[in-house]
C-alpha cells in the first residue's frame, strides 16, 4: 500500500516535474524565437548601417577630393593676383625712379634759380639797408631840428604868454580857462555795450579841444550844413586832463595874494558841466561835504588852501594870519553860512551887503573865523556846504541853487622901517624880473625885515607900536549853474530859484558889458551877486574865471552861451590891479 501510494506520488511529481520542465523549454524556445527575430532586425540594421557608412565615405571622399581641387584653384588665383601685385610694384618703382631723377632735376633746377633770387634780395637789402641808413641820418637830423624848434616854439609860447599875461595885467583883463567835461557815459545796465557807448560819444560830442588855447564846436542844424566855430581862450582843458593839471595854471595866482594882490577865482557855466567839481572835488551823497580821502580829486578850492599854507609856511612866522568867510546868494539873498546860534551851532543867517565910503562892498556882520591851517579852513568850508541848497532836476540830481562865495582873508604884516619901495617901483621890477616859465606874476618880498613882528592875532597888533599891515583875499566862488526850465523840467519853488539864478547871471554879464564899454554907470546893484563881488569883477582883483561847459549835443545851445560870456569877459578892460599898500598906524597909547 504504501509503495502503491509511493508510486502514485512519484509518478505525479515526475509528471509535475515533466510539466514544468516543458513549460521552461516552451519559454526558452519563445525566447529563442524573440531573440532570433531581434538578431535578423539588428542583421538589418547592420546592413542598414553598413549601406549608409559605405555612402559616407563616397561622400567623404568627394569632398576631400572636391577640397583639394578648391585648395589647388585657391593656390592658383593667390599666385596670380601676387604676380599681378608685383608686376605692378615693378611698374611702380619705375614710376617712382623716373618721378625721382625728375624731382632731383626740378629740384636743382629751382635750387640754382632760389639761390639767385636769393642773391639778388640780398643785394637789395643792402642797397636798403644803405638807404635806411641814410635815412636814419636824414631822420636824425630832422628830429633833432624839430626838436630845436619845438623848444624854440615852447620858448617863443611862454615869452608870447609872458607877453600877453603882462598885457593883460596892464589892461586888468579877465583871464578865461575853459575846461571841458567829458560826456556821462550810459548806463551800463540798460543794456548798452562799451562799442555803442564809443558810437554814442562820437555822434553827440560837438565841443573838443583844439589844442590848449582853442575850443571847436561843430555846430549843425536840421536841413543846414554844420558849421565849425571856435573860441580862443588863455588855456583849455580838455576832457582827459585832471584836477591836478588844472591847479598847476591857477597856482601862481597865489603868489601874488601874498604879494599884495587880491585874487578872485569864479567857476562859470550851465547846470551839470562840473562846475562844483572843479572848485571843490566829488561830494558825499549823505551831506554834499567835498571827499578828502582822494587827493588827486581835489578840486581848486581845497588845493588853494593848501598852496597858500604852504607859501605862508615859508614866511617868517606871525606875519600873516587867515580868516575865512562863506556865503551863498540864494534867491538874492546873501545868507552867512558860518553864522552861530546861542548854542554854537552854525545855521545861516541872512546878510546885506553895503557900499562902504571908499566904494567897496562889504557885509556888515559877516563872520569870519581864524584858520591856522588848511585842515581847519577845509572843516569851515564843509560845515558851509551843509547849508547850500540844493534841488534835483533832470539835468542834474544834486543841482546847486544858489552861489557859493569862499572868501580867504590874509593879513599881512610888516614893520615900518623896512619896508620896500613904492607901488610903481614895484610893478616896474615886477615886469623887468618876470620869468618866461611863469605864467602869472609872480613878486618876492625879499626886503623883508627878518625882524618882523611875530603878531598873530588883532590884540598883539594893538601892543605893537609901529606895524604896517595890508588885507588880500582869496575869493573862490562857486556860480549856480544857467539852466534852461524847459530841459530842467523844475516847478514850483524851484522855478523861482532858476529864475532867480539866470537873473543874476545876466546881470553879471550886464555888469562885464558895462565896464567893457567904458560906461559912466556899471550896475552892480541889479543883483547882490554882483553887488558883493563888486570888487573883483571891478578891478580890485586878479580874476580868473574857469568855464566849465558839456560836449553834449542836447546842451549846444548853453555851451555856445557859455563860451559867448567868456570870450565877452576875457575883452574886458578893468585897468591895471592896484596892489595893497602898507597904511602906517600911529603907536599905541
Known amino acids: 500500500m504504501m509503495w502503491s501510494r509511493l508510486g502514485l506520488d512519484l509518478g505525479s511529481v515526475w509528471a509535475q516535474r515533466l510539466w514544468q520542465l516543458e513549460q521552461q523549454l516552451r519559454t526558452k524556445e519563445e525566447r529563442i524565437v524573440v531573440l532570433e527575430a531581434e538578431n535578423a532586425a539588428l542583421h538589418l540594421r547592420l546592413a542598414e548601417y553598413q549601406g549608409l557608412a559605405g555612402r559616407s565615405t563616397n561622400e567623404v571622399l568627394q569632398l576631400y577630393s572636391a577640397h583639394g581641387q578648391q585648395q589647388k584653384l585657391q593656390r592658383s588665383s593667390v599666385a596670380t593676383q601676387l604676380h599681378g601685385a608685383i608686376k605692378r610694384l615693378k611698374q611702380d618703382m619705375k614710376s617712382f625712379r623716373s618721378f625721382a631723377l625728375q624731382l632731383s632735376k ?314 620896500g619901495t613904492s607901488w610903481e617901483e614895484e610893478q616896474i621890477s615886477q615886469r623887468l624880473n618876470k620869468e618866461a616859465s611863469c605864467t602869472f606874476p609872480q613878486k618876492t618880498r625879499d626886503n623883508r625885515s627878518s625882524s618882523s613882528s611875530r603878531a598873530s592875532s588883532p590884540a598883539q597888533l594893538e601892543a605893537t607900536e609901529k606895524l604896517k599891515q595890508a588885507k588880500t583875499r582869496l575869493q573862490l566862488v562857486d556860480l549856480a549853474g544857467s539852466e534852461c526850465v524847459g530841459m530842467s523840467g523844475v516847478t514850483g519853488a524851484a522855478l523861482r530859484e532858476t529864475s532867480f539864478i539866470n537873473r543874476s547871471l545876466s546881470a553879471l554879464a550886464d555888469v562885464l558889458g558895462a565896464i567893457a564899454e ?18 573883483s569883477i571891478g578891478g580890485d582883483a586878479k580874476l580868473l574865471v574857469m568855464l566849465c561847459i558839456s560836449p553834449d549835443q542836447k546842451y549846444l545851445t548853453e555851451s555856445m552861451q557859455s563860451l559867448g560870456f567868456g570870450t565877452r569877459a576875457q575883452q574886458v578892460q578893468r585897468g591895471q590891479v592896484k596892489k595893497k599898500n602898507f597904511p602906517v598906524q600911529s603907536k599905541a597909547k
Open 106 to 419: 626740378d629740384f636743382q633746377r629751382q635750387s640754382k634759380s632760389y639761390l639767385y633770387q636769393v642773391l639778388t634780395a640780398v643785394q637789395a637789402i643792402q642797397l636798403q639797408n644803405e638807404a635806411m641808413q641814410m635815412f636814419q641820418v636824414r631822420a636824425f637830423d630832422l628830429e633833432h631840428s624839430l626838436q630845436e624848434v619845438t623848444e624854440r616854439y615852447e620858448k617863443e609860447k611862454q615869452k608870447r604868454r609872458a607877453l600877453h599875461n603882462s598885457l593883460v595885467e596892464l589892461r586888468g583883463n579877465i583871464r578865461v580857462h575853459c575846461r571841458i567835461r567829458p560826456l556821462p557815459s550810459l548806463d551800463t545796465a540798460a543794456g548798452f555795450s562799451s562799442a555803442q557807448d564809443r558810437q554814442r560819444n562820437f555822434a553827440e560830442k560837438v565841443a573838443y579841444a583844439a589844442d590848449d588855447e582853442t575850443v571847436l564846436v561843430k555846430c549843425s542844424r536840421p536841413g543846414h550844413a554844420s558849421i565849425n566855430k571856435t573860441f580862443q581862450f588863455e588855456r583849455v582843458y580838455n576832457a582827459s586832463e585832471s584836477q591836478e593839471t588844472v591847479f598847476e595854471d591857477v597856482a601862481p595866482l597865489l603868489t601874488s595874494l601874498l604879494d599884495g594882490y587880491n585874487v578872485c577865482i569864479m567857476a562859470y557855466g550851465q547846470t551839470g558841466s562840473g562846475k562844483t567839481y572843479t572848485m571843490l572835488g566829488p561830494q558825499l551823497e549823505e551831506n554834499f561835504a567835498f571827499s578828502t580821502e582822494d587827493k588827486s580829486e581835489l578840486g581848486i578850492i581845497p588845493r588853494a588852501t593848501q598852496e597858500v599854507f604852504r607859501l605862508i609856511s615859508e614866511k617868517p612866522p606871525g606875519s600873516y594870519w587867515v580868516e575865512v568867510s562863506v556865503v551863498q546868494v540864494y534867491n538874492n539873498d546873501i545868507f552867512d553860512l558860518l553864522a552861530k546860534d546861542s548854542c554854537g551851532k552854525v545855521f545861516g543867517v541872512k546878510r546885506d551887503v553895503v557900499t562902504t565910503r571908499e566904494g567897496k562892498s562889504d557885509v556888515p556882520l559877516l563872520t569870519h573865523e581864524t584858520v591856522e591851517n588848511a585842515s581847519e579852513f577845509l572843516h569851515l568850508v564843509n560845515k558851509g556846504l551843509q547849508l547850500r541848497t540844493r534841488h534835483p532836476t533832470l539835468v542834474h540830481a544834486h543841482s546847486s541853487r544858489s552861489h557859493l562865495v569862499v572868501t580867504l582873508t590874509i593879513t599881512t604884516i610888516a614893520s615900518g622901517d623896512n619896508f
Open 518 to 535: 567904458q560906461r559912466s554907470h556899471v550896475p552892480y546893484r541889479n543883483s547882490k551877486l554882483t553887488h558883493l563881488l563888486q570888487d
